[in-house]
């Protein structure tokens, strides 16, 4: 089983900064690459970025890329997500998601191939 839990989120003005951490705790044997989705109000939870288990691959919808980056960091069991040039429609609850596979492989930021979630940490990106 694993554990996620986010924290980082608040309020931020329009073109911040904030940075999420996502704390991974557990054993499953696994690979496990992790998502990042949000859910805005009044709106279906979608994902956005995904990095895989060693690091080297993530990937990015374009509705973020350019402004957020993922890192991870193992030894520390450390997912980061940093968000910049904060807008409006960033704003909802973000949570953490792993995948768990038997082999390493491609992450996704399909809500489907997550095993695992985290609660979720609230954004707020207003002025």
């Known amino acids: 089983q694993l554990q996620l839990v986010e924290s980082g989120g608040g309020l931020v003005q329009p073109g911040g900064s904030l940075r999420l951490s996502c704390q991974v705790s557990?054993?499953?044997?696994?690979?496990?690459?992790i998502g990042w989705f949000r859910q805005a109000p009044g709106k279906e939870r979608e994902g956005f970025l995904c990095i895989s288990d060693s690091g080297g691959n993530t990937r990015y919808t374009d509705s973020v890329k350019g402004r957020f980056r993922v890192s991870r960091d193992n030894n520390e069991n450390m997912v980061y997500l940093q968000m910049n040039s904060l807008k409006p429609e960033d704003t909802g609850i973000y949570y953490c998601?792993?995948?768990?596979?038997?082999?390493?492989?491609?992450?996704?930021?399909?809500?489907?191939?997550?095993?695992?979630w985290g609660k979720g940490t609230q954004v707020t990106v207003s002025s």
């Open positions: 557990g054993f499953t044997g696994n690979y496990h690459n």
């Open positions: 998601a792993a995948e768990s596979r038997s082999y390493p492989g491609t992450c996704s930021w399909l809500a489907v191939d997550m095993t695992y």
